[in-house]
């Protein structure tokens, strides 16, 4: 299983595509990225407990926050865009 914070910092600096299989066995394909200027703008959220064993993530395609088990993921890969080549 690939560690939670390498992923988590990866994200912040990549798009990147995950295909997992979701809780009623369906496989999914998500693009998506945790890069600080392609996020909504929220509010801190406070209260509730981080789960270690899921990561909440920016779904590039609709637009809204998704989350994944990291058991449930069966491969990753790395779009050509970068923190780099977005910012202004």
């Given at each position: 299983m690939i560690d939670k914070e390498?992923?988590?910092n990866d994200l912040k600096?990549?798009?990147?595509t995950v295909t997992f299989t979701k809780k009623d066995g369906t496989k999914r394909l998500m693009k998506c990225t945790l890069i600080k200027h392609l996020l909504p703008k929220v509010e801190e959220m406070k209260g509730k407990a981080e789960?270690?064993?899921v990561l909440?993530?920016?779904?590039l395609d609709n637009e809204g926050w998704r989350s994944f088990r990291l058991d449930s993921?069966?491969?990753i890969s790395?779009?050509?865009?970068?923190?780099?080549e977005g910012v202004e």
């Open positions: 390498t992923l988590k600096e990549w798009i990147m789960n270690p064993d909440a993530v920016w779904d993921i069966e491969s790395y779009d050509r865009v970068s923190i780099e």
